[in-house]
Every structure is written in C-alpha cells, then in structure tokens.
C-alpha cells in the first residue's frame, strides 16, 4: 500500500452559517502535489464565480511555484499545512487527511475518485460518458461554455488560404489549437467514419503543424477512447481490425507531432487548460 | 462593508452632528489577547512594538488597550481589506517573492525593525508568519507579541522579561531561539546603505518618545511591573545606538549581506 495526503477545498458562501461546499481536491503523494477542482462549483449560485477563479488561480500558482524560500517543498506535509493557513475567507482547506492506495493505482486515478466521491454531485459522479475521454471532454466544455467563449464546432482548418479539412474543434487563444475525436459511442458506423476520418488527417498534419495560422503556433489534438469490447453489431474479426486501426492511428498522429489524449484525466487537464485560456464570458 | 468594518446606520433624531466634519459610527473588528502564564507581557509587547513600528513609519496594525473584568486586554485592528477584496486569496508564494526582490527598502525597514524591538517570530517562508501584503501591495507587519520582554522559553534556556532584555542586549544571537523552524527572513538582508540608513533612522528616535510609548502600556497590567518598565525603556534607548554595531559584528547571521564596504 502506498499512503497520500489529501485536503478538501471547501467553498463557504456566508462564514457566519459556516456550511462549507466541497469544490476540490488537493492529493499529495508520489512526489507529487496536485488540485483538481469540480467544474460545476464556479455554476453553483451560492458561489462567487469571480472569487472562486481567483482562488483557483491562487492554488495552481501556488502548486506551480519555484519558490523555496517562501513555500515549504511541495511534497511535504508542511506545504499542505502552509495552504491550509494562507486559505482563509471564502475557501478554506480541510486538516490534511490520509489515505491508503494499492501500489498499482496511478495518483490520476487516485485523484480522480477522490474529485468524484467526495467532491463531485452524485449523479455526475456515476455518468459513464466521464469514463472516456471524448464524453469527459464534451462535457467539460458545455459546462464552461467553450463554444460561447470562442471554441469553433467542426469548422474549416485552413492553411495559407487552403481548407485541409473540418476538425472537430478549434481553439484560438496563444495557439491555434485543432483537435478531433475517435469516439466509442453507441454507433459503429460512428465511429469507424471518424477513424477513416482522422487517417485522411494525418496525410495533412505535417502541413498543419509546420507552420503559423493567424501568427500563432499551431497544434493539433485527437481525443480518441479505448476500444474495450465489440460494438453489437460487430464481429471478432472486425472488431481486430478496428482495434489495430485505432492503434495505428493514434500511432501516427504522434509520430507526426500531434497530441493524442487517451484518458479521461488527460481530457480533464485539456478542458481545465482551455479554461483558463478561452476569454471569460462577460455574462454568465 | 467588509469583514472588519461595519457602520452603525443612524437615525434622523441621533445626535451625532457636531462642527468637525461629518460623522458617522461604525464597528470595527479587533483580535483580543491577554497575558498569560506562559506569555506573561503580551499586552506589553504589542503595545510597545506596535507604537514604535508606527513611528517609524511601518504599516503595523493599530491597537488598543482595554479591560474586562479587571482582566487587561491588547486589541489588535484585524487586517481590513478593501471591500472588493474580502473574497480575494492572499499573496501567493511567487508574488511574495517578488515584492521582495522588488522592494529592499520596505523589507530592510521590516527586519531591522525586528531586530530593533526583538523579534523573533516573523518570516517570509517557507510558512509565512505574521507578515501579508495588504490591498495597497504594502508589506503588512503584524503580531509583535513575542517582541521585546518575549516569553518564556525554558526548553531554548530563556527566561521573559528582564533576563532576556539582559540577553539580547549582550549578543544579538540571543534574540534568535527558533533557528530549528527554518524560518526564511534574515537572508533577506542584503544592502549595507539600506541596513546603516534604517538603523539611522532608528538612532534618531528620541528618548522621550520611546519613554512615552513605554507609558502606554497601562498603568493597571501588572507584568511588566515598575522596574520592568524601567529596564524597557534602558533596553531601548541603548539598543537604538548600538544596533548597527551588533549587526557589524555578529554579520554572518544575514548570509546574504556582503562584506561590508562591498556595496552602497
């Protein structure tokens, strides 16, 4: 067994009532120190959204400092205590609590249950749709609003005036971020258009990655889910091919310079990524 | 209004007029603390610290001294925020950082205050103690209830009241008991002029003002008594000639102050 330390970031909307939300979870361990927060607390009415950003920005700076002298090291018991005692008004930080994993449980999962059992409502903590990358993603960025805040739907990618093809997303903010999704949905069909979709997209990402769109850098994202069982209709020979396909295609898009994001944490950092870079809606 | 600051709303037949501006009441918060066996001249020290540190022109918060039941009390004005920013988080590690780097003078002010008054609990890191940065961005010194008199220490071999007054007026060592935390503050000491012009500007202090400030600890608190008073006030006044002098001499507890001569 391996031990990790964890707080919860509690929100208090009135400090007088002091009925404290939880909207986070610190976890330590593994030399590591990370915070993940529930993407529905900022929705919350009882929630200051503009102070709780403020305070997510506290803790990630705080988490992404190089500041020795004025932060304890981060893998200690000390940091958490520090936090604990720096965080006071609207968001306060539970005692450090320990907790006792199997050896062959990464911190992400570990992290990631705790968000979701002590953190999250319970009737998203059990949608099966967050299991998977594409279905974490998309529900990511309908609840942060991407597509009002700039994020484009299955828009054009054009190169030096030329359309290359019609990606599943695109982002402008720093970058010029195009991404695309292998999804294991429901429907076969589905999902073997996207695949053949994405093959035809990698005769292209060399293009696409090797220069400037709008005088920003550009990169290029495949969200794509595992491939666990055949789909009902789908045989085991079939069901081979497609497995090797989406091998070889998440293959390729690496090789050639592309992010391939294959987990629903990894899919979590990326809406939490956009997030912070996607301008704020000016109503929400 | 914030946190700390309420405004007590008038009636129209209130008498609150008067012929010296317009007025209007209000509660402000205070943090309480009294003596107690263990810190036998907290009230003291806050009040005497904090008298000083305001003269010199340090932003400490304001107190007051008060009794309830015969039990004497410091009040200590709680941080007031402005209002918009009552929800905000505090300064993170790295912006802390860089008003440090960016602010010598104010953090010079601070240390060789501390070393002044005798003070020993405060640090930038790596757990912040008793300092913030305040919505003007200026560093916020507060809690000076382990200055001066200190408290009792048995385990580190030091005795409040006089006998530590005698101790750190021997060698500055004396003053620092808490080496084993880590604390991060005296390195932040680095600039011969800065360190000789605060020091300077603490030798200008007249003596009827610290003997003045050394009255404003109430009459009715019986720690410190008459001869501890009295020994204060000598502390003090002497301290504030010789200050410059044990930093000279006992330099090598500021890692980061250069040879002298070497700058400034």
């Known amino acids: 067994m391996v031990d990790y330390r964890y707080c919860l970031v509690r929100y208090v909307p009135n400090l007088e009532r002091m009925e404290p939300i939880n909207v986070g979870v610190i976890l330590q361990g593994h030399d590591r120190t990370e915070v993940r927060f529930s993407p529905h607390a900022a929705k919350r009415s009882d929630v200051d959204t503009a102070a709780f950003g403020h305070w997510k920005k506290f803790f990630l700076q705080e988490l992404n400092a190089d500041e020795p002298l004025f932060q304890p090291p ?178 390729q898009v690496a090789k050639r310079g592309g992010e391939v994001i294959r987990t629903p944490e990894r899919a979590e950092a990326l809406a939490d990524e956009l997030d912070e870079k996607l301008p704020v809606l000016a109503t929400p | 209004m914030s946190d700390y600051v309420e405004e007590i709303v008038e009636q129209p037949m209130d008498p609150l007029g008067g012929a010296s501006g317009r007025k209007r009441r209000f509660r402000v918060q205070f943090l309480g603390k009294e003596n107690n066996p263990e810190f036998p001249y907290t009230v003291a020290n806050e009040v005497v ?13 304001a107190v007051l001294t008060y009794r309830i039941h015969d039990q004497p009390l410091v009040f200590i004005q709680m941080l007031d925020r402005d209002p918009g920013m009552v929800q905000m988080p505090p300064a993170s590690s790295s912006s802390l950082s860089q008003f440090v780097s960016e602010n010598p003078e104010a953090v010079h002010a601070a240390i060789i205050f501390d070393l002044f008054v005798a003070n020993n609990d405060r640090a930038f890191g790596p757990l912040r103690r008793n300092l913030a940065l305040d919505v003007g961005k200026r560093l916020f010194l507060y809690d000076q209830g382990n200055a001066c008199f200190y408290r009792n220490r048995l385990q580190a071999g030091i005795v409040a009241g006089i006998p530590r007054l005698k101790a750190v007026a021997r060698e500055l060592p004396a003053m620092f008991d808490m080496s084993h935390k880590g604390n991060h503050y005296l390195e932040f000491l680095t600039n011969w002029t800065l360190v000789e012009s605060c020091c300077q500007k603490i030798a200008e202090l007249p003596d009827f003002v610290i003997r003045n400030v050394i009255e404003r600890i109430p009459d009715y608190l019986a720690r410190p008594d008459a001869t501890e008073r009295a020994a204060l006030g000598e502390f003090l006044i002497g301290r504030k000639g010789y200050l410059i002098d044990h930093i000279i001499k006992w330099a090598t507890l500021f890692p980061e102050l250069p040879k002298r001569g070497t700058n400034g």
Do not use: C
């Open chain 1, 74 to 251: 981060k893998n200690t018991p000390e940091f958490l205590l520090n936090l604990q005692n720096l965080a006071q008004g609207p968001i306060v930080l539970s005692q450090p609590l320990v907790l006792s994993a199997a050896e062959n449980r990464t911190f992400d999962e570990i992290h990631q249950s705790l968000l979701q059992r002590l953190v999250m409502p319970p009737d998203v903590s059990s949608n099966s749709e967050d299991l998977r990358p594409t279905g974490r993603f998309r529900r990511r960025a309908e609840e942060r609003n991407f597509l009002k805040r700039g994020m484009k739907r299955y828009a054009h990618v054009a190169v030096d005036s030329g359309r290359r093809w019609i990606a599943y997303r695109q982002a402008v903010n720093g970058e010029f971020i195009a991404m695309d999704k292998v999804e294991i949905g429901r429907e076969l069909g589905r999902t073997s258009d996207e695949i053949e979709k994405v093959f035809h997209i990698t005769d292209l990402l060399s293009g696409f990655l090797g220069t400037t769109i709008e005088q920003k850098p550009t990169r290029y994202i495949l969200l794509a889910d595992h491939l666990n069982e055949p789909f009902s209709e789908q045989g085991e020979t079939e069901f081979q091919a497609m497995q090797d396909d989406l091998r070889l295609l998440t293959e």
């Open chain 2, 49 to 61: 610290a904090t008298y000083l540190g305001i003269i010199l022109g340090l932003n400490v918060p």
